[in-house]
Each structure stands twice: as C-alpha cells, then as structure tokens.
C-alpha cells in the first residue's frame, strides 16, 4: 500500500512563500499521478494541482495558477508545492494524493492514498 507524508506547512504572513512537500515509501509513487487538494474548516476537500508520473505535465486550480508550482526533480524524488502570493483564503490543511487517472481529474474520490496533511496558516 503507498503511503503518503507532506510536510513543509505552517504560519506565513500574507504575501509570503511556503513550499510543501510529499514523500512516498514507493520510490516512484509506483507510476501514479500526484495530485495536492486543500480542506479548510467547514469546506469541501478542493483540487489544488497535480503532476504527472514522469513530472513533465500539471495542471492547476484557477485560484492558484500562477502563485502555486507543482514539481518534482525526477521520478524517484518527493513532489513539491511551491506556494508564493500567499493569501489568507489559501488557509487550509493541504493534502497530497495518487490516482491512477490523468492529471485534470480534480475529484478527491478518484484519488485513491492520501497522506495526513499538513497545515498552512495565512495571516493578514
């Protein structure tokens, strides 16, 4: 079973950067796609980004795209978050996931390992 781990949350103040990273005990994240999706209090689990496999293809949320970059070194290295631009609406527990769909499936429920999450405050 793959599992997952991020880390890399935290407190930043509005306008700053935070990387997120996610480990995965199979080196490769076993040749699935990666995505991230972040939960704040009292809303659904949304779609952040995600990557493919060999880490040449993304695809990003609205909300993010051009503050938010998804990446990885190589096949065998975690997939990062690079998170700049940070807004107090970007608050969340954010999540990364696999699935073995293509990199524009934004519905948690077609990602099938989670990792625990990690948490990211935006102050004002």
């Known amino acids: 079973q793959v599992q997952l781990v991020e880390s890399g949350g935290g407190l930043v103040q509005a306008g700053g950067s935070l990387r997120l990273s996610c480990a995965c005990s199979e080196p490769t994240f076993s040749g699935l796609n990666i995505g991230w999706f972040r939960q704040a209090p009292g809303k659904e689990r949304e779609f952040v980004a995600a990557?493919?496999?060999?880490?040449?293809?993304?695809h990003y949320a609205d909300s993010v795209k051009g503050r938010f970059t998804v990446s990885r070194d190589n096949i065998k290295s975690p997939v990062y978050l690079q998170m700049n631009s940070l807004r107090p609406e970007d608050a969340a527990v954010y999540y990364c996931?696999?699935?073995?769909?293509?990199?524009?499936?934004?519905?948690?429920?077609?990602?099938?390992?989670w990792g625990q999450g990690t948490q990211v405050t935006v102050s004002s």
């Open positions: 996931a696999t699935t073995d769909r293509d990199i524009f499936t934004t519905t948690p429920n077609k990602y099938n390992f």
């Open positions: 990557i493919g496999w060999s880490g040449r293809s993304t």
